[in-house]
């Protein structure tokens, strides 16, 4: 098993920015690709971007790749997610996931291990 927290949600203003951490534990030594998601009430979970923790791939949704940066710790399982230029409708609650494979994918159902989410709502 694989244990992902998620850190670094709450309440932010309109325009600014936040930065979210997800670290893993259990089994990292198998995590191979890990990414982000968020969802809101009523819609599937939508993919942000994932980094191939050994393979030094990164990939984004093409909504988010002007205001969405990536980042990894190897040494601490840990990924980071910023995202800049927030606007009400960034509020969701944001998921990490990882998965047993080298290579980032965008279909949720993929990804074998979740956080438990972390709230991120953006005030206008």
């Known amino acids: 098993q694989v244990q992902l927290a998620e850190s670094g949600g709450g309440l932010v203003q309109a325009g600014d920015s936040f930065r979210l951490s997800c670290t893993a534990s259990?089994?990292?030594?198998?995590?191979?690709?890990m990414a982000w998601f968020r969802q809101t009430p009523g819609k599937e979970r939508e993919f942000l971007g994932g980094?191939?923790?050994?393979?030094?791939?990164?990939r984004y949704a093409d909504s988010m790749k002007y205001r969405v940066t990536l980042s990894r710790d190897n040494a601490k399982n840990t990924m980071f997610l910023r995202m800049n230029t927030l606007r009400p409708e960034d509020t969701a609650v944001y998921y990490c996931?990882?998965?047993?494979?080298?290579?980032?994918?965008?279909?949720?159902?993929?990804?074998?291990?979740w956080g438990q989410g972390t709230q991120v709502t953006v005030s206008s």
């Open positions: 259990g089994r990292a030594f198998s995590i191979l690709a």
């Open positions: 996931a990882t998965r047993e494979s080298n290579t980032v994918v965008r279909d949720a159902s993929s990804y074998d291990f």
């Open positions: 980094v191939s923790m050994f393979a030094n791939i990164t």
